[in-house]
């Protein structure tokens, strides 16, 4: 049973008896998959059309903790109820879990049935209405990288975190000898999640020891973030049962480089590539630049959605492949963004910025919004910037910590226009926390540091 299911075939399976078990999940703040194990009679007779979950679980952080400051809900409202919507256009196999499917659901307020506004599929759904009514359909692409480690999570942990080996000796990057040895999780990984209806296109070889990336096929916008969240949830559970770990931290080592995610994104108007002109230089439509120019423009803004930790920030290194410059190339990846497909149907912009922990429904809606954002004003383009952009000095700089990324979040008049006050608030109060929590902690590093010597 490869590939997505209709609510038909998913009753049909339940009733043969192969599939007795139903993952109805949401996607958090954190990209995460949240949500229940279902009997699957009861899902397809009863729970098919709604259940519910705690409204706390759009208002946490990483650690599931409860912190003050948010809006829309509290201990002082009670923690209510928010609707799981199942979007039965989702159901598809889980092939690496026995007798079990997976729905995506929409979170919906529990009075009115309307979306939560601060909820990351609702968010994106959002612009892409909003693209919509411009006459545009947005194709996306996510490049997933991680590293592999040779134990297990469980055994990591009891370490404090410290007996972490990747699962190679070195530098991996395309290398086919390396990564054959690799084969025990990352052939299940792509072939489960094809088998599951993710349009996997490939593995390879990252650029340090253990590091891995999954690339799948470009898509709908919406599509490409619940395959990018899927694919994610399925790389973590299937290197569990594989005896080892993966993870997607940033920056697991000061001396390692960091694992990012690329977001590719082009716009279509009548299944036609928007953003070619056979005529025009690089092959760039008039609305490609305007996207664009909204793109850089607006990167300080919406920087947190690409980068929410503090370790987020620890990748932007010079000479690592992570940019450091909100700055526009053609095929070089020392820019915050690189043209691709030069003079091609399939001529792109690729975000370079986002790390390997951003939530792609939220990183997809704001870079939609600075694009359609630049559309609307038609915003000129700078030219583009050649070289090593490390070193270029008039290039406009990434915002470098979580403090100064929160700063631009809060004061954004383009995000609290384009995703409304309660959502911008809403983010803002979860990037103020993730720096309080950090601010309270002493690390290994003070202590080593200071201990004696202070």
Request: charged share 25%; hydrophobic share 40%.
């Amino acid at each position: 049973m490869p590939g997505l299911m209709t609510f038909d075939d998913l009753k049909a399976h339940v009733a043969d008896g192969s599939i007795d078990t139903v993952l109805a999940c949401f996607v958090d703040m954190q990209g995460r998959l949240m949500g229940k194990r279902f009997h699957a009679v009861n899902f397809v007779e009863t729970s098919f059309n709604e259940t519910h979950c705690c409204n706390y679980l759009l208002a946490t952080d990483i650690e599931m903790a409860t912190p003050d400051g948010f809006a829309s809900t509290s201990w002082q409202s009670g923690y209510g109820d928010y609707v799981m919507k199942p979007d039965l256009g989702t159901i598809r196999p889980v092939p690496w879990l026995e007798g079990t499917a997976l729905v995506l659901c929409d979170v919906l307020d529990h009075h009115d049935h309307l979306p939560v506004p601060h909820s990351p599929r609702a968010i994106l759904k959002k612009q892409i209405a909003r693209l919509e009514a411009l006459g545009f359909d947005a194709k996306m692409a996510t490049e997933l990288e991680f590293f592999l480690f040779e134990k297990s999570l469980d055994d990591i942990r009891k370490s404090g975190f410290t007996d972490l080996t990747p699962i190679s000796g070195y530098n991996e990057d395309y290398n086919i000898f390396q990564t054959t040895k690799e084969e025990n999780v990352m052939r299940p990984i792509r072939n489960h999640l094809f088998a599951a209806g993710i349009p996997i296109e490939n593995s390879k070889g990252e650029a340090e020891a253990g590091q891995e990336e999954l690339n799948i096929r470009y898509s709908p916008a919406l599509d490409c973030a619940d395959y990018h969240s899927i694919a994610k949830h399925a790389i973590k559970e299937i290197a569990w049962q594989q005896g080892c770990s993966a993870t997607f931290l940033p920056k697991w080592h000061k001396d390692r480089v960091g694992s990012s995610s690329h977001v590719h994104q082009s716009l279509w108007k009548d299944g036609e590539a928007a953003f070619f002109d056979k005529s025009a230089k690089h092959g760039m439509s008039a609305l490609m630049a305007h996207y664009m120019a909204g793109l850089i423009k607006y990167a300080p803004d919406y920087t947190y959605f690409l980068a929410p930790y503090i370790n987020s920030y620890k990748r932007f290194a010079k000479g690592t492949f992570a940019p450091t410059k909100t700055v526009w190339s053609v095929d070089n990846r020392t820019a915050g963004f690189r043209l691709c497909g030069e003079n091609t149907k399939g001529v792109r912009v690729e975000c370079r910025i986002g790390g390997s922990d951003l939530n792609p429904y939220l990183a997809q809606a704001v870079m939609l919004a600075a694009g359609i954002k630049g559309i609307e004003d038609k915003l000129d383009l700078p030219p583009a910037t050649t070289g090593d952009v490390y070193e270029d000095a008039k290039a406009a700089d990434i915002p470098q910590t979580l403090r100064a990324a929160t700063l631009t979040l809060r004061s954004s008049a383009f995000l609290r226009d384009a995703l409304g006050d309660d959502v911008v608030d809403h983010y803002t109060r979860a990037a103020e926390w993730e720096q309080e929590e950090f601010d309270r902690t002493v690390t290994d590093w003070e202590i080593a540091r200071g201990f004696e010597r202070a």
